[in-house]
């Protein structure tokens, strides 16, 4: 199967790619659906499941998961999530081309050989998009808006830091870095797909 994971900065339009991506493609996509499953599964609320991941709760769990959490109910809750999210993901990566955002992915899936992008683009861009998605009510000022960008990345390498040997955001750990800076992302998806119909090609061929 075609796998592609989009590994993303906040705010730097990664899950517009990821999308776009899957249309041009014929793909299909995975995002919030992920959480959504886990939740399916495990007869937990979605929002727990999703705000568990989030807020980095699973930030002191090895990947060792030999060990014994007897003493602690919610630890074994934490661990099961990731379990059943990692189950989950190579469930899809054996079932059909797709693409997935975020959620690891890139590293959970290496065994599998996707296509792994990584987006990013400058601050002064990722305040001013994200700006322009906030609903009403989400008047963040620039200043407060970089702190919640920067503290969510943080979550996101911290996440990637579960996994020996990743870097998230290096671009030695990625086949694509894409900086959106400046950029019409729906203009520049058609490249990035021939990109990976490229790349996925030359992997047949090796």
């Known amino acids: 199967m075609n796998i592609i994971t989009i590994s993303r900065e906040f705010g730097s339009g990664g899950r517009e790619i990821g999308k776009r991506m899957a249309d041009i493609l014929g793909y299909a996509y995975y995002d919030k659906e992920i959480e959504i499953e886990v939740a399916k599964r495990m007869n937990m609320d979605v ?74 683009a400058d601050m002064a861009y990722k305040i001013s998009r994200c700006q322009g998605y906030a609903e009403a009510g989400e008047n963040l000022s620039p200043s407060e808006m970089e702190k919640a960008i920067r503290k969510i990345d943080a979550k996101r390498s911290q996440y990637h830091g579960l996994f020996p040997g990743t870097d998230w955001g290096s671009k030695e750990q990625y086949h694509l870095c894409v900086n959106t800076t400046g950029l019409t992302i729906k203009k520049i998806v058609p490249h990035i797909a021939d990109y990976a119909r490229c790349w996925f090609e030359g992997q047949r061929e090796n």
């Open 47 to 120: 929002g727990y499941v999703s705000q568990a991941i989030d807020r980095g709760v699973l930030m002191n769990i090895p990947l060792h998961f030999g060990m014994t959490f007897a003493d602690s109910y919610a630890m074994k809750q934490q661990v099961g999530i990731l379990v059943e999210k990692q189950r989950i993901l190579k469930e899809i990566a054996q079932t059909s081309h797709c693409v997935i955002v975020g959620r690891a992915a890139d590293v959970i899936l290496t065994e599998y050989q996707p296509f792994k992008i990584f987006v990013y």
